[in-house]
């Protein structure tokens, strides 16, 4: 017969466990007092101006090299369908879903939900992604494609947030800068919610 103390440690494993298992996604009225609440710090017109100069910078870049640009899904969807058609050279795409957060603040582990196909051998490869944070996702995904015999690997960022310590990777193309506090929108979700925004906000502190 288990003792007190056992039925007290699976009581606080049980617990733990509920925690784990609540779906953080947003209700429609918390979506809507969060957006209420958060700041505005990049306005819609400012982030359609930074797609087209980061179009440019790559054109200049990759416009002779016929480049396989893998999207990096969900975050870079709306990045992604912004710049593509600015990109007057020849391209193929392909995308990938590898992430550290799901719906959460944090970031965890890695979870490849799809991984570069071999069709990455002997290309050069594009990457988009919506922010660079640490970097820890987007070297992984370097790894991942070096490994399977790209001969080249560019990464462009919507945005790159400031966050005082070094970083396992740096972009070659960043359209903004964003300050340390957790944003959202233009592709970048809070609890799965507010991807479709045209303008960038964050939290207020």
Same mark, same amino acid.
């Given at each position: 017969m288990p003792d007190a103390a056992t039925f007290l440690l699976l009581d606080d494993f049980f617990t733990i466990l509920a925690d784990t298992l609540i779906d953080p996604m947003l209700s429609c009225e918390e979506a809507k007092k969060i957006l209420g609440?958060?700041?505005q710090i990049f306005s819609a017109d400012l982030v359609s101006r930074t797609v087209k100069?980061?179009?440019?910078?790559?054109?200049?870049?990759? &416009?002779h090299r016929y480049p396989l640009v893998l999207?990096?899904?969900?975050?870079?969807?709306v990045f992604t369908g912004q710049l593509l058609p600015l #990109?007057?050279?020849?391209?193929?795409?392909?995308?990938?879903?590898?992430?550290? *957060?799901?719906n959460d603040t944090r970031g965890g582990k890695i979870n490849w939900k799809v991984?570069? &196909?071999?069709n990455v051998r002997n290309r050069v490869? #594009?990457?988009?992604?919506?922010? #660079?944070?640490?970097g820890?996702?987007?070297?992984?995904?370097?790894?991942?494609?070096? &490994?399977?015999?790209?001969?080249?690997?560019?990464?462009a960022v919507f945005a790159e947030k400031v966050i005082g310590k070094p970083k396992s990777i740096s972009a070659d193309?960043?359209?903004?800068?964003?300050?340390?506090? $957790?944003? $959202?929108? $233009?592709?970048?979700?809070?609890?799965?919610?507010?991807?479709?925004?045209?303008?960038? *906000?964050? #939290?207020?502190?």
């Amino acid at each position: 017969m288990p003792d007190a103390a056992t039925f007290l440690l699976l009581d606080d494993f049980f617990t733990i466990l509920a925690d784990t298992l609540i779906d953080p996604m947003l209700s429609c009225e918390e979506a809507k007092k969060i957006l209420g609440e958060a700041e505005q710090i990049f306005s819609a017109d400012l982030v359609s101006r930074t797609v087209k100069h980061m179009a440019a910078e790559i054109t200049v870049a990759l &416009s002779h090299r016929y480049p396989l640009v893998l999207s990096i899904m969900g975050g870079a969807v709306v990045f992604t369908g912004q710049l593509l058609p600015l #990109l007057e050279f020849p391209l193929t795409f392909d995308y990938l879903h590898a992430s550290r *957060y799901d719906n959460d603040t944090r970031g965890g582990k890695i979870n490849w939900k799809v991984s570069p &196909s071999e069709n990455v051998r002997n290309r050069v490869v #594009l990457v988009l992604d919506d922010v #660079l944070d640490e970097g820890i996702t987007l070297a992984a995904i370097r790894e991942r494609v070096m &490994s399977q015999g790209a001969t080249a690997f560019y990464s462009a960022v919507f945005a790159e947030k400031v966050i005082g310590k070094p970083k396992s990777i740096s972009a070659d193309f960043v359209g903004v800068m964003l300050p340390d506090r $957790f944003v $959202f929108g $233009f592709g970048m979700d809070i609890y799965g919610a507010w991807r479709n925004l045209p303008a960038i *906000y964050a #939290l207020k502190a």
